[in-house]
């Protein structure tokens, strides 16, 4: 199966377009996961290794995918990179769509060689996550450098049967110092997206979507509707949602008609769930009761306010 696919299919097995954000902060983890913590980065890497993999033991079969920030990871050196590695290949076993926030951006022999790492493991064989570098189906990139940064890594995704998603309106506050400068009659961001529908068009599938899809902020909902209309069959990565301000009516507009064509990402709300006061009043130390609630009202919120609850009505 193609990466868009793989993507589609797995939103219709779970009923939702959820992608749990794994950027794990040590103050945040669950106290019981890090009573054992060192303060050097080899004691702090491996509390967040076991997070991730108890975070992903908790989610697996209630969301499509899940995506780790490098950065928190690339903190701590060597150390973090081996817990990184953990992750991303613990979550691509328990059958997750394994997503790497690493917003890469070169070009030439660089890009390739950024592609390369990121994106060796074939979605056709398992075993390739034994082997490759960074298992991982999709990585995150900016497009600033132009299509010759592109290139490389929708060359790399094309051969291995992964995606990636390309920075187009991102969900930061200040993205609009930038993304909204206005040139030949339109804002930056629009002339991203109106490249991104050129780069992604030769190798949509019969799906009707590409392997190239767009990293859209929930927290600009006008701008999120008005970049699904000008980019049909591109994948959406949407952040923001939850903690960020982003809500379930904020990214209705990033789905087609069928529920599907968006990724929905939260990753504080999800992923330290516990340090809600109500979860945590109703679960006390039991953080993974937390994580399972949290994610149940957010499908419930998205079923109930945007296209993505015909999911349920079309699950296995």
């Not at 034994?130 to 298992?135: G, K, L, M, R, S």
Request: charged share 20%; proline share 5%.
């Amino acid at each position: 199966m193609t990466f868009a696919s793989r993507v589609l299919a797995g939103c219709r097995a779970v009923g939702n377009p959820i992608v749990v954000g794994i950027d794990p902060r040590i103050e945040m983890i669950p106290t019981a996961l890090r009573a054992s913590e060192s303060k050097d980065r080899g004691g702090q890497a491996a509390v967040f290794r076991r997070f991730a993999r108890e975070l992903i033991d908790v989610v697996a079969g209630r969301v499509v995918a899940v995506k780790f920030q490098a950065a928190f990871y690339e903190a701590l050196g060597l150390e973090g990179m081996a817990a990184l590695r953990d992750g991303l290949a613990y979550a691509r076993a328990a059958g997750l769509i394994v997503i790497l926030d690493g917003k890469r951006n070169d070009i030439g022999s660089t890009a390739e060689a950024y592609a390369e790492g990121y994106l060796s493991a074939r979605a056709d064989d398992p075993h390739s996550a034994q082997t490759a570098p960074w298992p991982a189906d999709a990585l995150t990139i900016n497009a600033y450098l132009g299509f010759d940064g592109v290139q490389p890594f929708l060359n790399a995704a094309r051969a291995t049967g992964n995606g990636v998603f390309a920075l187009v309106r991102t969900s930061n506050p200040s993205a609009g110092q930038l993304q909204d400068l206005v040139a030949a009659g339109l804002p930056l961001y629009r002339h991203v997206a109106d490249r991104l529908a050129q780069w992604a068009a030769p190798d949509r599938d019969d799906s009707g979507y590409s392997l190239l899809g767009a990293v859209v902020g929930a927290t600009y909902p006008q701008q999120l509707a008005e970049l699904r209309e000008v980019l049909p069959g591109i994948l959406f990565l949407v952040p923001g949602y939850g903690a960020q301000g982003g809500s379930a009516r904020d990214v209705a507009a990033a789905f087609d008609d069928a529920g599907l064509g968006a990724l929905v990402s939260s990753s504080r709300g999800l992923a330290f769930a516990h340090l809600r006061p109500d979860l945590s009043a109703r679960h006390g130390p039991n953080w993974q009761r937390a994580v399972e609630d949290a994610v149940a009202e957010m499908a419930d919120e998205l079923a109930a306010d945007t296209p993505a609850g015909r999911l349920r009505a079309t699950r296995p």
